[in-house]
């Protein structure tokens, strides 16, 4: 149909803008790579030559460069540790704020942007200019002064705003199936480890039709709208009244009546764009008289039938109001990493720990927001846990619930529980006076008919400001969930062009256009994932069969067409034989990049393998054998390194070391995969194919190995993988389950003990490896090598404690029940938590870190100073003092350069200037660290200007520590330099 007030112009803008947004970085991907430099010599090498050049690799490998001293493996090298991780609490929440203020901006809401706005000053970082701050300010300004103007207050169509600010919905009659299925049943049950009685009550289905047009809040009451019912009627509520609230107790890990808790005052923050929490029903139906009251009309909590018609959105059958895919932190707020509770889902991040202010995540189909997560939500009806039985042969019209009960329906999930109760079925009962930290509410009323009429608008307006964004975010959502054909029926329906005939003067015949070529651009991932708090994209892979291994004919085939005459053996691949996961895992999208491994190092003061040897190794192709590099590790493999290439040079203790030390950042049990998780996982859903693209040649374009940029004697003359050492992660296509970098850059080490024979009596279900070895295996080829370590059968191995230029790795979490943990149950207030098996993993690699980390700093003695291939810091030059400068008297000298002021690197003279000002207006004393003659110190400086004159340079490290703390002259000195004191 089309669309009244939007010109031409305007909808080939908004769709030019969804191709940009949503089609580039598939076009930039088939692009051709930059050649790399310093390509070799493209003539053959002679037979033999290549034999004795491929035997010296790998036999250098697998004789491996055990250490003429006898190591622990068992025990972690561990130095100084240069701190913890950077403290980005603030600065998250500043972007949080900022991205809620657009959206309400864009929504016309100038009330709770306003209130974004304030929180976002409030967390302003320090590394942001001073420009960005008065911009922001006078953002906050005009929002304000606009908010105040009532002339200016404009609604989305279909919406009504009411004299106390709630913005109200309306929504048409329907029919929809309320409740679950006996199939639906059974199916949750087998995703999560749920009773059959928590859940039975949902069941069976039945259809509801709901018959008169009504309004529903588009956000849960706040705490703002609340405070105003209290002022007006002086209004106490259950909660005061009695004395004490339900309050999650952490130390308890349940809940527990606290003292004092109420609406005004419930542990969390108090703001006012937050659901109202800590108010009973009967609370809730007072709100509901008095703004009945106030209005001049009936408001009401919804029935529980229109509140399920309300939160299903228009879809038919979903498990969740988005279709039945499991949430990630854009869809609602639920039990998430950040909460307290410990059965908390830690593959889910929804930014907030607690309740979030309302509208935070995506609306559903009627443009209601948080109709999942959050606060439980009181409905009107009393509870009955058997009401559904009585409906299951008739349809029901506008249902009320029983005339009476002892408890009432709450629905939507909150905050303090995961996804299995943020369902659109789950139906509970509470108290009529339960006040508890995760209860609130919103209201309905029945629609005039003047109201009715702006709903059947409603659709006619849907491509204006955020709403356009959402409808094509929810386009390519579906395709990206395996929904293509859903996609293409949604936009028929959506612009009028099922069977209508083209009118290509019709706006939305470009739009519709438009959106099904975005539906035939867009990747079909089907994948779930999450992004750790090292920013590692974790893909969940889910249970499954495949073949593994190689066949006698796989192996003849890549010995012919890949290896062609090279000394190499493929036998341990075989026998090719069947394996099963039975549980699904994640795994790292990407191999574990230099930044990731260097906020290991720099919170743990970890020492590696390389590093301890003085050196990894390295091969020389000139003398075709491995090589001790003296001074090589992870910082200084060869070539300058960048924070995305791949860490190499790692040994399989370096890596072991990592993921235990993730698992306790993260609370979640890290390890490295198994070589049967690896080679599944590489696979990506192509149970036979011989790489993880499928079967086609490599031809520099789908993975990094040893092409014509390269020196090696057995290089690929004819591929050109565009780069000459280890690329960027993610530089190539990802297989199926969208995983980058399976074949090719860094050789991986996984798991498992290397057994040569092993796949002889290997176990059908979840194999492990071996028991005991003297080798760990690899897996998925290197930069170095040629096609034939590409393929997902291929099997490396080598020493534990080798390092190596190409040896990387990447993490995994291994679940160890195959169903997600529900954790909530009809006693879920007092209900003891036990911990599952996941959760005593994580508990167990918390406790040995906490234990490593009293552990005395082992001191390394360097003999020489290595060359750093890092880029140079920027920092400032000490040129002169003032008479009275507070930095003199600090310890800084002439000549000293300062690197780093309160927490900020990377300084430039008008940035220090602005950063002093700060700590002078606050009154804080900044930490100061600077460079003297290639030492690092740090003092604590006074607040404000410290009285010296500075200019910009560049200074390279690596900086020493110093050995000693010199101590500070107690006779000034004019003569000679100051030295250093107060040193911290």
């Not at 706005?117 to 302003?124: C, D, G, Q, T, V």
């Not at 002086?234 to 527990?256: C, I, L, M, N």
């Not at 003067?505 to 990747?523: G, Q, R, Y």
């Amino acid at each position: 149909m089309p669309i009244p007030g939007l010109s031409k112009m305007l909808v080939r803008t908004l769709v030019l803008f969804a191709l940009l947004v949503f089609c580039t970085p598939m076009i930039v991907a088939g692009e051709p790579k930059p050649k790399a430099d310093g390509s070799q010599d493209d003539t053959p090498v002679s037979p033999s030559k290549l034999y004795e050049a491929v035997s010296a690799y790998l036999d250098g490998y697998h004789k491996g460069t055990a250490s003429s001293r006898k190591r622990n493996s068992g025990v972690q090298k561990r130095g100084t540790p240069t701190g913890p991780a950077e403290d980005t609490s603030h600065r998250d929440k500043f972007e949080t704020e900022q991205r809620l203020a657009e959206l309400r901006l864009q929504r016309h809401e100038w009330d709770f942007a306003a209130l974004s706005l304030e929180r976002a000053l409030k967390n302003f970082v320090v590394s942001a200019t001073a420009d960005e701050k008065d911009q922001l300010q006078k953002l906050l300004q005009d929002t304000k002064r606009t908010s105040v103007n009532s002339a200016e207050q404009t609604t989305a169509p279909g919406e009504i705003i009411n004299s106390l600010g709630m913005r109200m919905v309306a929504i048409r009659p329907g029919t929809f199936m309320m409740g679950s299925t006996p199939a639906e049943i059974r199916r949750i049950q087998n995703d999560w480890a749920v009773e059959e009685s928590v859940i039975q009550s949902e069941s069976p289905a039945h259809k509801v039709r709901i018959t008169r047009p009504f309004l529903m809040g588009k956000y849960e009451v706040t705490v703002g709208q609340f405070k105003k019912f209290v002022s007006e009627t002086g209004y106490r509520t259950v909660a005061e009244k009695q004395g004490w609230g339900w309050v999650y107790d952490d130390s308890k890990k349940h809940w527990t009546k606290k003292p004092g808790a109420s609406w005004r005052t419930t542990g969390s923050q108090e703001w006012d764009d937050l659901p109202v929490t800590l108010v009973s029903h009967a609370d809730a139906e007072a709100f509901c008289e008095w703004l009945s009251k106030r209005e001049g009309r009936p408001y009401t909590l919804p029935t529980e039938a229109q509140w399920e018609y309300a939160a299903r959105g228009g879809k038919q059958g979903d498990r969740f109001p988005w279709g039945n895919d499991y949430p990630d932190g854009r869809k609602l707020n639920v039990a998430d990493r950040n909460a307290r509770v410990p059965w908390a889902d830690r593959t889910v991040d929804d930014g907030y720990g607690e309740i979030a202010p309302v509208g935070s995540y995506e609306p559903n189909g009627f443009w209601l927001y948080d109709m999942m997560g959050n606060v439980w939500e009181a409905c009107s009806d009393y509870y009955d846990p058997k009401l559904y039985e009585s409906r299951s042969s008739q349809s029901v019209f506008d249902p009320t619930g029983p005339a009476t009960g002892k408890t009432k329906v709450v629905r939507g999930g909150n905050w303090a529980f995961d996804a299995g109760i943020a369902r659109n079925a789950f139906r509970f009962g509470a108290d009529r006076e339960l006040c508890t930290d995760m209860s609130g509410f919103r209201v309905s009323a029945l629609a005039s008919a003047a109201e009715l009429s702006q709903a059947k608008k409603t659709d006619e307006n849907l491509l204006s400001n955020e709403n356009f964004k959402l409808l094509l975010e929810k386009v390519k959502d579906m395709v990206a969930g395996g929904k293509r054909l859903e996609a293409r029926r949604f936009v028929e329906d959506m612009t009028g062009y099922k069977n209508a005939k083209s009118n290509p003067d019709d706006p939305m015949f470009f739009v519709k256009n438009a959106l099904t070529s975005l539906i035939d651009l867009a990747s079909d991932k089907g994948t779930q994932s999450f992004k750790n708090s090292l920013n590692m994209n974790m893909v969940r892979i889910p249970a499954g069969s495949f073949v593994m291994g190689s066949s006698e004919t796989d192996i003849a085939w890549a010995m012919t067409t890949l290896a062609q005459g090279q000394p190499i053996s493929l036998e341990n691949e075989f026998p090719f034989h069947k394996v099963r996961m039975s549980r699904p895992f994640y795994i790292s999208a990407t191999e574990v990049t230099v930044a990731q491994f260097k906020a290991f190092v720099d919170e743990t003061g970890y020492v590696t393998d390389a590093e301890d040897e003085k050196g990894g190794q390295i091969f020389n192709s000139r003398t075709r054998r491995f090589e001790k590099k003296e001074g090589s590790s992870w910082k200084d493999p060869g070539w300058t390194i960048t924070r995305d290439q791949p860490v190499v040079m790692i040994s399989y203790n370096d890596a072991q070391a990592f993921v235990e030390w993730l698992a306790a950042k993260e609370k979640l049990p890290y390890k490295l995969p198994t070589e049967a998780q690896w080679e599944y996982a590489a696979r990506g859903g192509l149970p036979m194919s011989v790489f993880p693209w499928g079967d086609q040649l490599p031809d520099g374009q789908r993975a990094n190995y040893a092409d014509k940029s390269t020196d090696y004697e057995w290089r690929d003359r004819t591929a050109d993988d565009g780069h000459k050492f280890v690329s960027p992660v993610g530089s190539y296509e990802p297989n199926g389950y969208g995983l980058y970098d399976m074949a090719g850059n860094a050789l991986e080490w996984v798991r498992d003990y290397y057994g040569e024979d092993y796949y002889r009596f290997s176990p059908e279900i979840d194999p492990e490896g071996p028991g005991h070895g003297e080798f760990r295996t690899m897996k998925g080829g290197e930069w170095t090598f040629g096609a034939v370590n590409l393929r997902c059968a291929f099997r490396g191995w080598a020493r534990p404690e080798s390092s190596f230029q190409n040896s990387g790795f990447r993490v995994a979490i291994e679940l160890a029940n195959p169903v997600r943990p529900f954790h909530f149950s009809s006693d879920f207030l007092t209900k003891e938590w036990v911990p599952g098996q996941d959760q005593r993993a994580a508990a167990t690699a918390v406790a040995k870190e906490k234990e490593r980390s009293k552990q005395p700093a082992r001191i390394t003695v360097t003999e020489k100073p290595k060359p750093s291939p890092e880029p140079g810091v920027k920092g400032l030059l000490v040129l002169n003092f003032s008479p009275k400068s507070d930095a003199r008297k600090s310890g800084l000298s002439k000549g000293d350069v300062i690197i780093e002021y309160d927490g900020a690197r990377d300084l430039t003279v008008d940035r220090f200037l602005a950063m002093t000002a700060i700590t002078k207006r606050e009154r804080t004393r900044p930490l100061l660290v600077f460079v003297r003659d290639g030492y690092e110190y740090s003092i604590r400086a006074n607040p404000g200007f410290l009285g010296i004159s500075v200019m910009d340079t560049v200074i390279r490290g690596p900086f020493k520590q110093p050995e000693s703390r010199p101590e500070p002259s107690t006779e000034p000195d004019r003569d000679k330099k100051s030295k250093p004191a107060d040193w911290t």
